[in-house]
């Protein structure tokens, strides 16, 4: 499923002409937080709750926040109770909880990427299971020809402190995850839950866009992909409506 059932939402609003003053077509700004894509916008960073810090995701859960340099807000492992958490979160921006349409578009951007930055996977523009697995291999002094950087090597790096070559990162430290919408980590770091009718999953969500410590990153990063297991390290995003919630 890519998130093309969801209804489509309402157009945008376009200024009427006064007189004979042609009709202003510049686009609404959305906040600052936030990056505009067609009649709606989205969080530019994955959500954190207001007191988290660059180490820590902090425990104050009363509104989602967008912002860079500090660690998101995330749960595991994910259930119903915490989807209606993070809608609460997200309606207390004053925003909503991106739908899987919007969400979809936002990762596959305008030329229907495969991945938020392309087609092809690269473990180095996202933050993946695979992403540290060469630092490793120089912070411990093990040469380029005896380094491990094939799928997955970051369950085989640091066997004892699995922590050195997998973990969650703050939000947009990784500069090119994203595209030309400006959605910063949209595929990595942490799942991302966006709700959908029963119908389409019995458990009236989707788990999108692949997290630092999934196997087969190269499947689990990818638009279309939904985890249907709920052991898993669970964000979110919010959206708004360029003339309202």
């Known amino acids: 499923l ?17 007189g004979d003053t ?9 906040p600052s937080d936030m990056v505009r894509i067609n009649d709606y916008c989205i969080d530019r960073y994955e959500p954190s709750r207001p007191d988290a810090g660059a180490a820590s995701p902090g425990v104050d859960e009363s ?25 609460a979160a997200c309606n207390a921006a004053g925003k909503h909880l991106c739908s899987a349409g919007e969400w979809f578009e ?6 229907n990427h ?17 992403t540290y697995c060469d630092d490793y291999c120089a912070d411990n ?16 790096c640091g066997a004892t402190s699995r922590v050195s070559c997998f973990h969650v990162n703050a939000t947009g430290n990784f500069a090119d995850c994203t595209n030309e919408y400006g959605a910063y980590d949209v595929n990595g770091n942490v799942w991302e839950i966006v709700p959908v009718s029963t119908e389409i999953d ?44």
Not at 69 to 87: I, K, R, T
Not at 144 to 156: I, P, R
Not at 218 to 239: E, M, P, Q, V
């Open 22 to 30: 042609e009709a202003d077509d510049t686009p609404e700004a959305c």
């Open 114 to 130: 495969t991945y938020v930055w392309g087609d092809s996977f690269d473990p180095e523009i996202c933050n993946s299971v695979d």
């Open 2 to 18: 890519d998130g093309s059932e969801e209804d489509a939402q309402p157009d945008g609003d376009t200024a009427e002409s006064d």
């Open 141 to 156: 002094g093990i040469t380029s020809e005896n380094c491990n950087t094939a799928a997955n090597c970051g369950y085989a």
């Open 63 to 87: 509104q989602a926040v967008s912002r860079a340099g500090v660690m998101p807000s995330y749960v595991n492992p994910m259930n119903s109770a915490h989807l209606d958490e993070f809608q």
């Open 202 to 245: 019995s458990r009236g969500y989707m788990v999108r866009g692949g997290a630092f410590n999934c196997a087969a990153a190269s499947d689990r990063l990818k638009c279309d992909y939904n985890a249907t297991w709920d052991s898993l390290y669970a964000g979110f995003r919010c959206c708004k409506y360029v003339d309202g919630n």
């Open 106 to 111: 936002a990762c596959n951007g305008p030329d």
